[in-house]
T-cell receptor, first 112, second 114 residues
Framework: QKEVEQNSGPLSVPEGAIASLNCTYSDRGSQSFFWYRQYSGKSPELIMSIYSNGDKEDGRFTAQLNKASQYVSLLIRDSQPSDSATYLC????????????FGQGTTLQVKP | DAGITQSPRYKITETGRQVTLMCHQT?????MFWYRQDLGHGLRLIYY???????DKGEVPDGYVVSRSKTENFPLTLESATRSQTSVYFC?????????????FGPGTRLTVL
């Protein structure tokens, strides 16, 4: 069973701090990884995708990928209360199917 | 640009009834997906489709039927609804044929089976 695992949290950080969200995956064949944000009662929305080892930055968000360690992370700098949501990590499934394998999500709470 | 839409947004039905959830996308994406999301289970894939007339089972297909006669539509039917099918259902699409597995989600349908 190919899996993507996340700590469900909640992860609580003060406003202005760096939030670090982590994800591990079991399928070494996965090449693409995605972070989605899901507000309560809403649908998941894409924050970032990452395909290569290393860091990828977009505004306050940085995604990190380490394929050797099978580890993906998302850093949120200068966290805001509006960042409070559940963050879903997803990895491309192997076998050329187009499917993504989702983790169960980490709930982030940013306290003012 | 409507993107991806789902209807109805909310549905209450009774055990044993047939229910169809609609999904429509305007991007001409080749791939479409149906997920259900329940507390404690995250997103679980029900069915997916690589193109019109091509569908395949996901993780939890039992009790569901899909069809895809047109690229833009991917309806999900619960043939005989059960209480365990009470959930939030999300449709998603991706342009995998254009080189990306990024999935874009519709707003969801909250289904309650009494």
């Amino acid at each position: 069973q190919k899996e993507v695992e996340q700590n469900s949290g909640p992860l609580s950080v003060p406003e202005g701090a760096i939030a670090s969200l982590n994800c591990t995956y079991s399928d070494r064949g996965s090449q693409s990884f995605f972070w989605y944000r899901q507000y309560s009662g809403k649908s998941p929305e894409l924050i970032m995708s990452i395909y290569s080892n290393g860091d990828k930055e977009d505004g306050r968000f940085t995604a990190q990928l380490n394929k050797a360690s099978q580890y993906v992370s998302l850093l949120i700098r200068d966290s805001q209360p509006s960042d409070s949501a559940t963050y879903l990590c997803a990895g491309q499934g192997s076998g050329n199917t187009g499917k993504l394998i989702f983790g169960q999500g980490t709930t982030l709470q940013v306290k003012p | 640009d409507a993107g991806i839409t789902q209807s109805p947004r909310y549905k209450i039905t009774e055990t044993g009834r047939q229910v169809t959830l609609m999904c429509h996308q305007t991007w001409s994406h080749s791939y479409m997906f149906w997920y259900r999301q329940d507390l404690g289970h995250g997103l679980r894939l029900i069915y997916y489709s690589a193109a019109a007339d091509i569908t395949d089972k996901g993780e939890v297909p039992d009790g569901y039927v899909v069809s895809r006669s047109k690229t833009e539509n991917f309806p999900l039917t619960l043939e005989s609804a059960t209480r365990s099918q009470t959930s939030v259902y999300f449709c998603a699409s991706s342009a995998r044929d254009r080189g990306t597995d990024t999935q874009y989600f519709g707003p969801g349908t909250r289904l309650t089976v009494l």
